[in-house]
T-cell receptor
Framework: EPEVTQTPSHQVTQMGQEVILRCVPI?????FYWYRQILGQKVEFLVS????????KSEIFDDQFSVERPDGSNFTLKIRSTKLEDSAMYFC?????????????FGPGTRLTVT | SQQGEEDPQALSIQEGENATMNCSYK?????LQWYRQNSGRGLVHLIL?????REKHSGRLRVTLDTSKKSSSLLITASRAADTASYFC??????????FGAGTRLFVKA
């Protein structure tokens, strides 16, 4: 069964460093999403992406964040200058159609630790 | 305001018992979804119920939706130890954003 994959599974970085989290969505999916989950808290929407542009973003997704689909398979989330409060699990998801009409498939997540 | 608030926050039951989790939301929705998350793992989609549906079944899962009360429930029948996980409801309003609730932590004792 096709699945969303994410790398790395765990990333440790120092405050102020840039990180890139990578995702490979399911191949025939057209909509892509990033979410984050701070330890013990709810899953929070960050951004959705369709047709090579951001469809919607939350207030969390400020200028420090960017997303890119550099090729036909990868979908990346970049944090330019990490802060301690960016420590969280980051989940990528994809769907064939816009979220809500059909289920989103989630990756296993990348645990980001900012020290 | 927060969308998709589950209750109870935590639930502990014996294997074989039924588990009921509730979710309330505040705004109009297109649909509501339930997800499961095992500790430290990703989210697994369980079931999607559209705003014009009232009840949906999938195996041991039964989901109801009451749009007049802006609430939904997830019932897991004949629970198993493997059902131990956190369960989240999530709503979508027709845009590109899915909003998750805080979740219910279910513990099923063998």
């Amino acid at each position: 069964e096709p699945e969303v994959t994410q790398t790395p599974s765990h990333q440790v970085t120092q405050m102020g460093q840039e990180v890139i989290l990578r995702c490979v969505p399911i191949s025939n999916h057209l909509y892509f999403y990033w979410y984050r989950q701070i330890l013990g808290q709810k899953v929070e929407f960050l951004v959705s992406f369709y047709n090579n542009e951001i469809s919607e973003k939350s207030e969390i997704f400020d200028d420090q964040f960017s997303v890119e689909r550099p090729d036909g398979s990868n979908f990346t989330l970049k944090i330019r200058s990490t802060k301690l409060e960016d420590s969280a699990m980051y989940f990528c998801a994809s769907s064939e159609m816009v979220a809500g009409l059909i289920e989103q498939y989630f990756g296993p997540g990348t645990r980001l630790t900012v020290t | 305001s927060q969308q998709g608030e589950e209750d109870p926050q935590a639930l502990s039951i014996q294997e074989g018992e039924n588990a009921t989790m509730n979710c309330s939301y505040k705004t109009s929705i297109n649909n509501l979804q339930w997800y499961r998350q095992n500790s430290g793992r990703g989210l697994v989609h369980l079931i999607l119920i559209r705003s014009n549906e009232r009840e949906k079944h999938s195996g041991r899962l039964r989901v109801t939706l009451d749009t007049s009360k802006k609430s939904s429930s997830l019932l897991i029948t004949a629970s198993r130890a493997a059902d131990t996980a956190s369960y989240f409801c999530a709503t979508e309003d027709g845009g590109f954003k899915t909003i998750f609730g805080a979740g219910t932590r279910l513990f099923v004792k063998a």
